[in-house]
């Protein structure tokens, strides 16, 4: 008996199983991707977060460590070519940073990249809101340019 396929959004919103979302769809659930320019819609904010990490995905920055070339390689080549969708990758996410404004890295890096979201010890729920909803609004308008770059109007 062949196992049936479901799409993914199926599955999340099954209730046998459970799915824990990244923190980009935590701030699209609490409504607070809807901040930055009226043009664009949480939705295309969330489809770009998601390139964008697959970008750094699979330009493997994160295992890039330095080689030691003193020590002979097994079949005795010398060369480190990567792939061609491994360098089109990195290029993609390295143009796709340029992009984006300093002030707005933190927040990119930390909630889409890393997938961790801001921690407040207000003790005023008050503040804390101020706090969240900054961060979002600058999450926003980075993403407003990674949005403008995937489309081809970025400037670099």
């Given at each position: 008996?062949?196992?049936?396929?479901?799409?993914?959004?199926?599955?999340?919103?099954?209730?046998?199983?459970?799915?824990?979302?990244?923190?980009?769809?935590?701030?699209?659930?609490?409504?607070?991707?809807?901040?930055?320019?009226?043009?664009?819609?949480?939705?295309?904010?969330?489809k770009?977060a998601?390139?964008?990490?697959?970008?750094?995905?699979?330009?493997?920055?994160?295992?890039?460590?330095?080689?030691?070339?003193?020590?002979?390689?097994?079949?005795?080549?010398?060369?480190?070519?990567?792939?061609?969708?491994?360098?089109?990758?990195?290029?993609?996410?390295?143009?796709?940073?340029?992009?984006?404004?300093?002030?707005?890295?933190?927040?990119?890096?930390?909630?889409?990249?890393?997938?961790?979201?801001?921690?407040?010890?207000?003790?005023?729920?008050?503040?804390?809101?101020?706090?969240?909803?900054?961060?979002?609004t600058?999450?926003?308008?980075?993403?407003?340019?990674?949005?403008?770059?995937?489309?081809?109007?970025?400037?670099?």
């Amino acid at each position: 008996m062949e196992r049936e396929t479901r799409d993914i959004d199926e599955i999340r919103k099954s209730k046998d199983i459970r799915y824990n979302k990244s923190t980009i769809e935590r701030y699209v659930g609490y409504g607070l991707l809807d901040l930055g320019n009226k043009l664009y819609s949480a939705d295309d904010r969330l489809k770009v977060a998601q390139r964008f990490y697959e970008d750094y995905y699979f330009s493997r920055l994160e295992t890039v460590s330095s080689t030691d070339l003193s020590k002979v390689k097994v079949d005795r080549s010398t060369r480190y070519d990567l792939s061609p969708k491994i360098v089109e990758a990195r290029v993609r996410f390295n143009n796709a940073i340029r992009c984006i404004p300093q002030e707005f890295w933190n927040v990119i890096c930390q909630i889409v990249l890393q997938d961790k979201d801001f921690s407040f010890k207000d003790k005023n729920k008050y503040h804390r809101a101020v706090k969240r909803h900054t961060i979002a609004t600058m999450l926003c308008f980075g993403l407003d340019r990674l949005i403008e770059f995937y489309r081809g109007k970025g400037k670099f």
